[in-house]
């Protein structure tokens, strides 16, 4: 991998998990490369008219196996000396050398040696030969951890927001890296991300058509970021995705974001899940009211929620789970210390800290998950879930 100077980024060298950060901030920024060509791909197969549907599964398949494979091989290459073990969803193993996946594994081995064709672009020196199944295979025999409260694991979601990736809409890469059950680094990339606050609410739709008539190019961000923070540096950063042909130069104009500094609930803008299914939008519809949350909810797919705080663009995000779901740290991980590093608040909603050591869930969660951009709106919230929750049937 190459190194530009002797600094890593915005930060030395020499500070703790530098290294590692650099190389997830590149694993990242690829992986969102290869999504943005899918999506892209997704949308144009489809008809004018036709409504997305989740029967676009084969191509987002593809995309979630392909990422998992890309990260896996670029933290295995640049992480040689350490014993890398990646955490998240499913056995990909198990999926991908089943008897009945043999069209699947093929597109996922395609598709990878496509995107690891343009490693270099990126700092990363690409494979040799282009990789074969058995090796594919081998380096996604990496997702062989559940979660440790000891130790060093990754922990990815390599597509969160399936929903938001196949309408055209907000979806993330999310990775991070969890010592003896803290999260010390996050990375969340963010393709579809705008860079007006306006755009954000916006139809997915309505997004491309504003995004056409303002073209990205060499001197223009308009779209499309990863962030990133380490551990007790006190400061979360945004860069762009590098646009095609580009090559990545560290750190890539990036620049330090932080969340607003408005804690006023009446202009305050809040986040929640876009399904139903997935937070009780009752519940927290009149959680707001009750804080005083005035504006309507921006409703976003994905760990884009997380972004928008720490970016500025939002003060509070708030999930509360059906009884019976757990979340995953997954789905979390990398948000939360960027918030956190940003300047904000991540607490479940008895105002703990969110718990990384049990394994692949945030076990011991009470009742919900809240972010927010500073002291006063999370102790408000906080104070109105207790008031609130007896009559939530949750």
Known sequence: MEKDGKMIGVFSEAEEYSSELDIAVRAVQLACSLCQKMQDTLSKSRSKDQVPTMDDNFPVTVAVWSVKAIVSWILSECLGGENISILAEEDVHQTLSNNNASELLKSVVKTVN???????????????????????????????????????????????????????????????????????????????????????????????IMSKLNPSNSETWNKGCVIYAKRGNGKAWIQPLLHTNKKFMWPNSAKPVSVPSNEDPVLATFCETFENANSNHSFTEGLAHSVGLSDQP???????????????????????????????????????????????????????PLDFTNGSCLEGLDRGIVACAGATLHEKIIDSVDASWASSCL
Request: with cysteine; charged share 20%.
């Open 114 to 208: 496509e995107c690891l064709a343009e490693a270099p672009r990126f700092g990363v020196e690409e494979p040799k030969s282009p990789l074969g199944t058995s090796e594919l295979l081998e380096i996604i025999s990496k997702f062989n951890t559940v979660g440790s409260p000891s130790g060093r694991f990754w922990a990815l979601d390599p597509l969160d927001g399936t929903f938001g990736f196949v309408g055209g809409d907000q979806y993330a890469v999310a990775l991070s890296l969890i010592e003896d059950g803290e999260v010390v680094l996050g990375v969340l990339g963010c393709p579809n991300y705008p860079m007006r606050k306006d755009w954000l609410s916006y139809q997915s739709s309505y997004q491309r």
């Open 298 to 352: 921006l409703r976003v797919h994905s760990m884009v929620k997380y972004a928008a705080i720490a970016c500025g663009d939002a003060e509070v995000f708030m999930k509360f789970a059906r009884a019976g779901q757990k979340e995953k740290i997954w789905d979390h991980a990398a948000g939360v210390i960027i918030i956190q590093e940003a300047g904000g608040m991540v607490t479940d909603a008895g105002g703990d």
